[in-house]
């Protein structure tokens, strides 16, 4: 089969492409789980606290090499990027983390003392450092910083990601430093697109050294592409199916290299997968003004209504491509987000995440970076003005337009600080991702004057949205069931509370006006699909000695649970090839000591050249278990691959292969058998026993951006795990069904809505054409007076169906016309405006 690009790698990719960005990942499967947002360092310095440390500090004694140009300063990032000798090379190794007050190198405990997603970022600010000044040292950096890019890399053109010593011992089997091609991989070629279009000029010999070793990575990259224009579809949106592992956050600074070697080298095979590529962003956009999610461009084809600011690479990647191919398209894309869904961050407030309510704590400097590059980007393109001021606006975030009122940049020492928690709550680290991506904009920004006059301002006055929680709501009527959940595998539940209402259940949520006006209200609430046939997969009780050995032979008496239908397709519906070459059948078998798996697996070529973490990229069966049964946390999170090396089950929250585990692997006609034995000490099960409930799924890519499993559902959420019965005798088993495939009336599940006793709003919400998701929707057409003082929202079940419920997360209230007042160093003024229902930023200096 074709190689897959199993999202659950990606996850793991997330996770590692820079160890400060939340994980969130979505959003794909498998994936990791999902942390809270969280600033750069794993030790953090806070305004007003102070957390441990849980790294080492280097015992050497760095000092800062001078190299400043105005505003760009570049002494940090010297100081964190130590000069070595490996092989004879200079190679850069630019530490990960540094930590208030002294400001010298942490190292990344366990992971290692320099990664290539730092590296090659550093050597884009040494390359434009150069071109700006013509500074040699910064070209001596740039160079030995692509030294340490070429090490990294693979015969087969994918990177690790990290180096253990100053000697350059790569780190090839750690859950962030494994041989892929992602995150990483992808700034590894951006960084060799960029040092060929320097090095040509300067250096012909070693220009030609680097240029081999992108077209190495192209040509892999390329080969990965099979399915070029294709659809898909995820909640009724049709998506492209083409974005490299579904995730297209990454895809665009694989764009921003192609853009970079198109530019310097032209030529029919770059340009061919740059317009592939570049399609599947733009084709994936959704939203326009009033309708969420207003114009953005999703980060995963798995989570369509889920953004993050960090990696948020899709608009200013677009813009450079349609520069560079004069494609109109691309860059019209990129000025309708900017248009819209960044205006209107920039009228009220920056995010960090958004999906399917706005979050602003956590807020980073790469997170800004993206934005101001996008705006930057489409003034180059189209000559626009308006579009400088607006990245200059957006990257005065740095100097003070921020909710911490701080400062975000250092001009004196070169620092660019590793967070904002909170209001008045800044992480006063400035480690390499921070300070680099600091510096990366306000490059961008120091290098157009039209831009750069907005640097300084400063928030004197707004009026902007606020988020109601439902969970602030106090229970008037029935039994509202008060949830937990936080990550559902695709969005975040807002403050990890909901309520569920079914019939006679009410909820009241009071809120507060202080300034008259029109407002637009916004739920955040579930989308339902139809009823789903219930599905309990059964574990018989084994009465003889399982021997593991990839034959079914004690296996006659344990119920068999298929996957084989469409309705079990999380993700890739387009790339499935039917149950005779896509499916598996699952079946278990327990006792006091273990679980025992049995999966025979149709697909007629199996492909796995990775281990450990980096099985993901190949044929894998991914297992996910919560012991305790109540969908709140997964306790094991697995995979069983017969890899290179064997066969293999690595433990994912370990972080290393599960111990005791037993694995046999077969070939057979048409397929394979994977039969293992998994001791319930390693899956973190205590106390088990004939009768108990667990919560489980299984799954397995089969290619492209492809998933399936038991439920049809996002496995990273625990919530959407299956029940596992452990029984002594086989009853028959339900046949897995993960959503109703006939239509419904919308109505028959809905959320009633009522403000100050007037009319009472319905929405509707069984409207999902697949399975559950979190979403926000308008709860009235047109705006709401709402006048100074006191206001209720009564909650309420409002569907024709007694037997089903609603679930609402909370509300967006946002003034219709959003504004907020700037003013300047030398006390200028700006008032912005954003109309939400038309689209349209304005502004008055």
């Given amino acids: 089969m074709t190689r897959i690009g199993s999202l659950l790698a990606l996850i793991a990719v997330l996770a590692g492409c820079s160890q400060r960005q939340p994980i969130q990942q979505p959003a794909t499967p498998p994936a990791a789980a999902m942390p809270s947002a969280t600033a750069e360092a794993s030790g953090t310095t806070i305004a007003g606290g102070a957390e441990t440390a849980i790294t080492t500090a280097s015992s050497a004694a760095p000092v800062a090499e001078p190299m400043a140009d105005g505003l760009i300063n570049l002494a940090h990032l010297n100081l964190l990027s130590e000069e070595a000798q490996i092989d004879g090379q200079p190679v850069l190794i630019t530490h990960i983390y540094s930590e208030a007050p002294r400001y010298t190198w942490v190292d990344a405990s366990g992971e290692g003392i320099a990664a290539l997603d730092d590296v090659a970022r550093a050597v884009i600010v040494y390359l434009d450092f150069y071109a700006e000044t013509g500074n040699a040292r910064a070209l001596e950096r740039a160079r030995a910083g692509l030294n340490f890019t070429l090490r990294l890399q693979a015969d087969d053109g994918e990177f690790y990601n990290f180096v253990l010593d100053r000697s350059g011992t790569i780190n090839r089997d750690g859950g962030t430093s494994y041989k892929s091609l992602g995150w990483w991989a992808y700034r590894g070629l951006w960084a060799l697109a960029r040092g060929y279009a320097v090095f040509k000029d300067v250096d012909p010999e070693y220009a030609a050294q680097l240029q081999a070793a992108y077209l190495q990575t192209e040509q892999a990259l390329a080969a990965r592409i099979d399915n070029a224009g294709t659809k898909t579809t995820v909640h009724g949106f049709e998506v492209p199916a083409s974005i490299p592992d579904g995730a297209a956050d990454a895809t665009g600074v694989a764009v921003l290299a192609l853009a970079e070697y198109q530019a310097t080298a032209p030529n029919p095979e770059t340009e061919q997968l740059l317009t592939t590529l570049a399609d599947g ?81 956590g807020q980073q400097a790469y997170g800004t970076n993206s934005i101001v590059q996008a705006a930057i980007n489409v003034y180059r393109a189209t000559g626009d003005p308006r579009y400088a001021a607006i990245g200059g606006l957006h990257a005065s975030w740095f100097m003070g337009n921020n909710m911490a009122r701080t400062a975000m940049y250092d001009p004196t020492t070169g620092r660019g600080y590793d967070g904002i928690d909170r209001e008045l709550a800044v992480n006063l680290n400035a480690g390499a991702e921070s300070t680099i991506e600091a510096l990366m904009a306000l490059q961008a920004v120091m290098a157009v004057p039209e831009a750069a006059k907005y640097l300084e301002y400063k928030p004197a006055e707004q009026l902007s949205w606020r988020v109601l929680e439902a969970e602030d709501g106090r229970e008037i009527a029935g039994k509202p069931i008060y949830g937990r959940r936080g990550w559902t595998g695709e969005a975040r539940i807002s403050g990890d509370r909901f309520y569920e209402l079914t019939d006679d259940d009410a909820v009241e949520l009071d809120f507060a006006i202080e300034q008259p006006g029109d407002y637009l209200l916004f739920a955040s609430h579930m989308r339902r699909a139809g009823s789903a046939a219930s599905l309990t997969v059964q574990a018989t009780r084994a009465t003889a000695t399982i021997t593991i050995d990839g034959q079914p032979d004690e296996w006659d008496a344990a119920p068999v649970v298929a996957v084989d239908t469409p309705q079990q397709i999380l993700r890739g519906t387009q790339s499935w090839r039917g149950p005779e070459t896509d499916s598996f059948q699952l079946r278990l078998l327990w006792d006091e000591q273990k679980l025992y798996l049995l999966a025979d697996v149709r697909d007629p070529s199996h492909e796995q050249t990775g281990r450990g973490p980096g099985v993901g990229s190949g044929d894998t069966l991914w297992i996910y278990l919560d012991p305790e049964g109540r969908g709140g946390r997964i306790g094991a999170k697995l995979t069983l691959a017969q890899t290179p090396g064997g066969p293999e089950v690595w433990d994912w929250k370990a972080g290393f292969p599960l111990p005791n585990a037993e694995l046999a692997w077969a070939e057979n006609e048409g397929g394979y058998t994977y039969e293992a034995a998994l001791t319930w000490e390693s899956l ?143 006390g200028q003024q700006i008032t912005l405006s954003y109309d939400m229902r038309q689209g349209a930023l304005s502004w008055t200096e």
Avoid: C
């Fill in 281 to 361: 962003l733009r084709d994936y956009q959704l939203g326009s003004p009033g309708e969420y999610p207003w114009g953005m461009h999703p980060h995963t084809l798995a989570a369509p209504g889920f953004w993050h600011a960090w990696g948020s690479h899709q608009s200013q990647a677009l813009a450079r491509a349609g520069e560079i191919l004069k494609r109109d398209d691309y860059i019209t894309s990129a000025r309708r987000e900017i248009d819209n869904f960044f205006a209107w961050q920039l009228a009220t407030e920056r995010v960090q995440e958004f999906g399917a309510l706005p979050f602003r704590q």
């Fill in 684 to 826: 973190r099960a205590r106390g088990v026993a004939d009768g108990q409930t667990m919560r489980v799924e299984v799954g397995r890519g089969f290619g492209g951006n492809s998933f399936m499993d038991l439920s049809g559902r996002d496995p990273d959420s625990a919530a959407n795990l299956v029940p596992l019965a452990l029984i002594d005798t086989n009853n028959e088993v339900a046949q897995p069904a993960a959503t109703a495939t006939t239509s419904q009336d919308p109505t028959s599940v809905a959320l009633g809505i009522q403000l100050d006793s007037g009319e009472r709003w319905v929405l509707p919400q069984a409207v999902s054409p697949d399975r559950d998701y979190l979403w926000l929707d308008p709860v009235t057409p047109a705006p709401i007076r709402l006048e100074t003082g006191a206001h209720t929202l009564r909650l309420s079940y409002a569907g024709s169906d007694p037997a089903r419920s609603a679930i609402v997360d909370g509300f967006l209230l946002q003034p219709a016309v959003a504004t907020k007042r700037l003013t300047g160093p030398d």
